[in-house]
């Protein structure tokens, strides 16, 4: 095989940024030839077989037309596990571990067994992120979606968390049974409005669009999420849920309507409000 398709000669060609070409490179290398990422460097005068050097400009190409990265590679770290995604589910993004972590800190101040419900689980990747962290939660996750949650069950399998974590078909609370009741309650709704410019950009014009907007004004989610939890919720439970960054006064306001205390709001690492808590 030619030079010119060497690892070096590929990389330095693309017309792919520099780390979204290595990401794809490196996808292709493992699956024909179990390399590490690490090759990419070591062994970069390694040309591609034909099969391989396809591969490889298939998803060159798809990029370039805009595909999310996560979707081509079939995967994506999120907090401390990797999961599979698809274009079934929404892209776990780094904003949402500030969800994980602030649920996390909460299950700390909880002795012995604390039940967690994830409401819109998706990927699983919330559910799935407090369960690998916190030995002693024992979390239900919820989707409208069976795609969805066929995708979390795997990532769950995968992950060896499926006795831990229990899935349910459903729309919101509309999945549970009864009164079930939980020591914290969290959710990544679909929070954007309709119409937001937004949605045509990006990876956004990828991902499943009922998980990204609620078809109205971004809070229709937000509210019954708010207003379902006192069926659900035990006392001094926390509520928890991820918004968009000029959502925190309205949703802080529909949670101090719901009569929950201990009201706050939690920036990200980019600085804007993205997560609201509360007490029940």
Do not use: C
């Not at 596990?81 to 101040?109: F, H, S, Y």
């Not at 012995?112 to 239900?140: E, K, Y």
């Not at 719901?258 to 009201?263: E, L, N, Q, S, Y």
Request: charged share 20%; glycine share 8%.
């Amino acid at each position: 095989m030619s030079a010119e398709y060497s690892i070096r000669a590929l990389l330095g060609s693309s017309l792919l940024p520099a780390n979204e070409a290595r990401i794809l490179l490196a996808d292709v290398i493992n699956k024909h030839y179990q390399l590490p990422r690490s090759a990419l460097l070591s062994k970069d005068d390694l040309a591609l077989s034909p099969i391989a050097l396809s591969d490889w400009k298939t998803l060159e190409s798809k990029r370039l037309a805009g595909e999310p990265i996560a979707y081509l590679i079939g995967k994506k770290g999120f907090h401390e596990i990797e999961l599979t995604v698809a274009p079934g589910v929404l892209i776990p993004r780094p904003e949402t571990e500030l969800l994980v972590d602030l649920a996390l800190d909460a299950i700390k101040q909880v002795a012995g067994t604390v039940t967690v419900l994830d409401l819109g689980t998706g990927s699983g990747a919330i559910a799935l992120a407090i369960a690998h962290s916190a030995n002693h939660a024992m979390v239900t996750a919820t989707d409208q979606s069976i795609a969805a949650l066929q995708i979390a069950q795997q990532n769950a399998r995968n992950l060896k968390l499926d006795k831990r974590v229990n899935f349910k078909q459903g729309s919101w609370y509309q999945a549970l049974e009864g009164n079930d009741q939980f020591d914290v309650i969290v959710s990544n709704p679909p929070y954007i409005a309709k119409g937001d410019i937004h949605l045509g950009q990006g990876d956004l014009r990828f991902e499943p669009q009922s998980a990204l907007t609620d078809e109205l004004d971004g809070l229709s989610s937000l509210k019954v999420i708010i207003f379902g939890t006192n069926a659900h919720l035990k006392p001094e439970g926390l509520i928890a849920v991820e918004h968009g960054f000029d959502q925190g006064n309205a949703v802080m306001g529909m949670m101090a309507e719901a009569g929950f205390r201990d009201i706050q709001n939690h920036t990200d690492l980019a600085g804007h409000p993205r997560v609201s808590t509360a007490r029940k």
